[in-house]
């Protein structure tokens, strides 16, 4: 159980941080659970509300946190309600009652029949996120020692004794679906015991915590069997030739002019080492590759850049920046030494 005093200090100091950041999530998020482990639960969704409303998609804790605590504030909220309510009705009818006129003696003890005590009831709930479970007993100030839970794969048997010694049970013969309870376990809390319970069937979604035949249960994820090989034709055997081999860039994408443009060289073919030639292009062969490359993955823009500032520059500049290049005239760019001369 929590230190009142350490989480009244821990709100105290995380409240200055919230003074000079407003939308601090994470300070949001810290103030609400303190507030809801000293049973603050209207000051509790108060600050979660903030949080969330200041979350974004990115940001931590993810609005999901937020969310899970504002269900559980509602729920305590409104379990004080309706306790203050009853409480106060009570009160009112008992001044506002007329007077009741006497009436005759119950019989003797002998001659009535003694009810059996009723059990004690403790409001649970639960609720499942992502491959566990949890069930809350909100009973509070219960001593570890005297609470025991049972796990098996298919029931749940929860055995605690409340603080004025009264003893409390909670089973359930079937569960919904399967667990696994090695990986199961419990919390006792100073407002609750929780039991988490982790699921068999890896993303089912369970519909009720206790089976029933009429309710359907969610089917498992399907597995996706792996597809099956093909056999692979072989392919039909090339046979080497002394013949020269021009070599065409790889420039499918690039308009006519532009291919016209780029260098052709022709040289004799060597097959020992035509592998690795055609893995690791060099010279010209891998600047042509550059090119091809970023045109084929630009975009429109990309390319009306590449195209224009290559044309108008006489193969000296090649912009991938449409924005600079759009709007003005793209003057050629000889290298350093050299003099650039317009030919008519």
């Known amino acids: 159980m929590d230190d009142p005093g350490a989480l009244q200090d821990t709100i105290a100091r995380l409240e200055k941080d919230l ?11 810290e103030i609400g659970v303190a507030n809801f482990k000293l049973e603050n639960f209207a000051r509790a969704r108060e600050c979660f509300q903030k ?5 974004s998609p990115t940001s931590q804790p993810p609005t999901s946190k937020f969310q899970l605590w504002i269900r559980k504030c509602d729920t305590h909220c409104e379990a004080q309600d ?3 309510e009853s409480s106060h009705g009570a009160t009112v009818s008992s001044q506002n009652s007329p007077s009741v006129p006497a009436v005759a003696a119950p019989p003797p003890a002998s001659q009535t029949a003694t009810a059996p005590p009723q059990p004690p009831k403790v409001r649970h709930q639960w609720y499942q996120a992502g491959d566990h479970i949890t069930v809350e007993y909100f009973a509070k100030k219960c001593n570890p020692a005297d609470v025991s839970v049972s796990f098996s794969p298919t029931e749940l048997l929860v055995r605690l004794k409340l603080p004025d010694g009264t003893p409390f049970e909670h089973h359930i013969p079937r569960l919904c679906q399967s667990v696994l309870p090695e990986k199961c376990s419990y919390t006792v809390l100073g407002t609750k015991v929780e039991v988490k319970l982790a699921k068999a069937t890896q993303g089912g979604a369970w519909t009720a915590l206790e089976y029933n035949p009429e309710m359907p249960v969610a089917a498992a994820p399907a597995v996706v069997a792996p597809p099956i090989q093909q ?3 072989e392919a039909r055997p090339q046979y080497p030739t002394s013949s020269l081999k021009r ?3 790889q420039h499918s994408d690039l308009p006519l ?3 016209r443009m780029l260098p052709v060289a022709s040289v004799r073919t060597n097959w020992d080492s035509l592998a690795v030639e055609e893995e690791k292009p060099e010279g010209d062969a891998a600047l042509n590759k550059l090119f091809q490359d970023i045109f084929s993955r630009g975009d429109e823009d990309t390319r ?5 500032s290559f044309v108008e520059s006489g193969g000296t500049v090649l912009s991938t920046n449409w924005n600079e290049v759009g709007s003005k005239h793209v003057d050629g760019q000889p290298p350093k030494g050299m003099e650039f001369k317009k030919i008519d």
């Open 82 to 84: 309706a306790a203050t």
């Open 304 to 308: 009306r850049a590449m195209v224009k």
């Open 19 to 29: 003074a000079a950041g407003p939308t601090n999530t994470s300070a949001l998020f």
């Open 257 to 259: 002019h532009l291919l």
């Open 51 to 55: 949080g969330l409303d200041a979350s």
């Open 247 to 249: 070599c065409q860039p």
């Open 231 to 233: 056999p692979v034709a």
